[in-house]
Structure formats: C-alpha cells, structure tokens
C-alpha cells in the first residue's frame, strides 16, 4: 500500500494523508490535533463537548440534514475526542466523495453553537457520564489513567458534571475558533479518490487561517488504589504500566510484551487465570501509544475475593518473561502482531483511522514501517520492560461493597 500513500502540507497549513485505492468505497475524516491532552482541568470536556456540538447544525443544514445527507447516500457518519485528536469521519461509496467532504467541511467550518442546542446536547454528555460511571468495566479503564497521569491529563477526557456545567458557550465558541484552523487540522482519506481534486476542495475551501493549541504538560505517575462500590457483583480490576513512547522504537517491544501476556485466547495471561484456575471470564490487554504519553494496561473480571490472586499472577507472569522468554515464543506473538496488522488493512474506514494516528504520533508513513519494526523486536527489549514493570506500575479495583 505505502506505493499508494501521498502526503502533502497544503499552502493553507492542513495535513492530507491519502491512500489510494480501487474499490469504489472511500473513508475520510477531517480531523483536528486537539484533545484531552490540551486542557486545563477546569476545562476538562471542552474539546468532547465541541465534537457534540459539531453534529448539531450550521446556517445550511440542521443536524438531522447533516446525518440524512450521508445516510440517504449510503455512507455512514460519526467521530470521536481523544486525548490528543477530534475526528469527523465518514465511509461512504465513492461516487458521493464530494457530498461527504461538503458535509464534513462545512461541519468543521461553520457550527452555530445553537444556545438552545448546547443546553440540550450538555443534558446529553451527562447522560454519558453517568453511563460511563455505572458500566464498572468502562469505570476502570476511564479511572486507571488518573493512576498513571496527575492532573490535569490524569482528568477524565468526558469531563464531570462540574465542569461540564462551568462551560459558556462562549467558552466554546472561543475554543473553536482558536484551534479549528487548518494548520492544526488534518484530512485523512483511504479509497477511491483523486489527490489533486482533495487538494483542490480543501485549498478552496479552508483559508489560511493561524490557530493556537494550548500545550499543558504530562507528568507521570503510579498509584494503585481499591474503589468499593455497592450493587455490583464482579470486581473489575486494571494493571497499568508507562511504556516508551511513539519517538522510541522501545515502544514495539512494549506492544509485543502486551500481547505475549494479555491479547487472544493463547496468551499467557489467558491462560494461567481463566483456563488453568478459573477466575476470570474476561481478560483483554491494550496498548496506548502517542508523543506524549503511553501505556499497557490489562483488563480481569474476577470475584473479589481474587483480586489480590489475580495481581499476584500478573506480576508472576512479568517475572517469568524476564527469565523464561525464548525466541521461538517471541516469534510467534510476532508473527500474531503482523497478522493482525494485516488484517487491519482490509477495512478502509480502520485504515483511515490508522493512518490518522500515526500522523498524531508523529508521521502517518511510519504506519507502513510497522511490520519491520515488530519484526526487529530482540528478546532482551522484551525482558527490560518486563523488568522495569516489576518496580512500578499502577493498580486499580472496583469491587462489591
């Protein structure tokens, strides 16, 4: 694929990465490098609440218009706020490209920020919170990064009711208009489309215009910590731990480590808690990479008189990769990386949304670099970060009152 990658910084300042290809679908999002990571605490939501804000209308179209436009063509429409990135996205036949990238553009050009519809939509993001705060898995992997991050990041990305309730619509509209510019702004296109056409939709369309994205700092951190909670009855717990980040090709190995332990129904973690002792239904790693900022974290359902068990076996499991890892099961998760890696590619709307990251994380063509680089991963990067994760990490349980 990467002899169908372009990329170009447009005379207005956005970012274009595009992949090319045949099949008559194509996946785009105009996106924006701003997220949780740039907020003050109390600010924390802001860049959530404007995504939602976005959805609900421009002097052209209301927000029903904004969906039916997609829809009504076949396509499908969302986005998502991260910690370091907004994204509006759609997959749609590329016979409607220009329909998509006019309801797009005019999306993240033109909001009203309605005072009636910010009322509404803030009701709404409550809504959310709470459903974050009653789901006890999504609880923990929201809570985990205020072990492992002070605040302001260590804040959740949704914000709080507190918060949520501070911002004005001026707040908002103020923020807006700061940072949704086009040189902070990124148009990521995967399928069937004409580069110079893109360049000349987005050159028409997006004056040059001089944003500013205020820069607050990370600072890292472990704490471990046990929440108690009436009503529910499984504990839900999370191993977190800081890993190098997108700068350092160290942060390969972090990912092989991660899925060696804790990714499929054959990984040792899998293994020793739910098939050999029974403990758990649900176990599931993740890797979080940015410039910023990165992380393992690892996922158990458990009761919670095994709580203290199951911590116990996880940091048995790091032991045992600093003195038991071989290089015929290094190559073999290897291998299950690059698989999936490949697999991924498959799916425009995914690989549009890979390319989009790595671009956050520094250049979207190291995308295409990955497979080389899990390949290159040796036995004794693995086995430091195992050894290091032995010395400090975070823990987080909810458990039944």
Request: proline share 3%; glycine share 4%; net charge neutral.
């Amino acid at each position: 694929m990467q002899n169908k990658f372009f990329k170009k910084i447009l005379k207005n300042g956005m970012t274009l990465i595009f992949e090319k290809r045949d099949l008559p679908i194509v996946s785009l999002a105009f996106a924006v490098r701003t997220g949780g990571i740039n907020e003050k605490k109390s600010e924390k939501g802001i860049s959530h609440f404007i995504e939602h804000m976005l959805y609900k209308g421009t002097p052209k179209r209301n927000s029903t218009q904004i969906a039916s436009e997609i829809e009504k063509n076949g396509g499908e429409i969302n986005g998502f706020t991260d910690e370091s990135v907004t994204a509006y996205y759609c997959k749609i036949p590329s016979k409607h490209l220009n329909i998509a990238l006019d309801v797009l553009a005019d999306m993240v050009k033109n909001p009203l920020f309605n005072k009636k519809e910010i009322s509404k939509e803030r009701e709404v993001i409550f809504e959310e919170i709470k459903m974050r705060k009653d789901n006890p898995r999504i609880f923990v992997l929201d809570e985990i990064h205020s072990c492992l991050y002070e605040s302001p990041f260590g804040f959740p990305l949704i914000g709080s009711f507190e918060t949520m309730n501070s911002l004005s619509r001026e707040d908002l509209v103020q923020r807006f208009n700061s940072i949704y510019s086009p040189e902070n702004m990124i148009l990521s296109v995967v399928g069937d489309a004409d580069i110079e056409k893109l360049v000349q939709f987005i050159e028409k369309n997006f004056p040059k215009k001089k944003g500013n994205n205020p820069q607050i700092p990370v600072v890292e951190k472990n704490e471990s910590k046990i929440v108690n909670r009436k009503g529910i009855d499984q504990a839900n717990l999370v191993f977190a731990y800081h890993i190098p980040n997108s700068s350092d090709d160290n942060s390969y190995s972090a990912l092989v480590l991660n899925s060696l332990l804790s990714e499929g129904i054959s990984s040792r973690l899998f293994v020793e808690i739910r098939e050999k002792r029974n403990l758990a239904y649900s176990i599931k790693g993740e890797t979080v990479i940015n410039k910023e900022y990165a992380y393992n974290l690892i996922y158990v359902g458990t009761k919670k008189e095994n709580v203290e068990k199951v911590k116990e076996l996880i940091l048995e499991e790091f032991s045992k990769v600093t003195k038991e890892l071989s290089e015929k099961e290094l190559s073999e998760v290897k291998e299950q990386i690059v698989g999936n890696y490949q697999i991924s590619l498959e799916d425009s709307q995914v690989q549009m949304i890979n390319l989009l990251n790595s671009e956050i994380c520094g250049d979207a063509k190291r995308f295409y670099e990955f497979e080389e680089k899990i390949r290159k991963v040796n036995l004794s990067s693995v086995k430091t970060i195992a050894k290091d994760v032995l010395k400090k990490y975070s823990f987080l349980a909810l458990v039944p009152e």
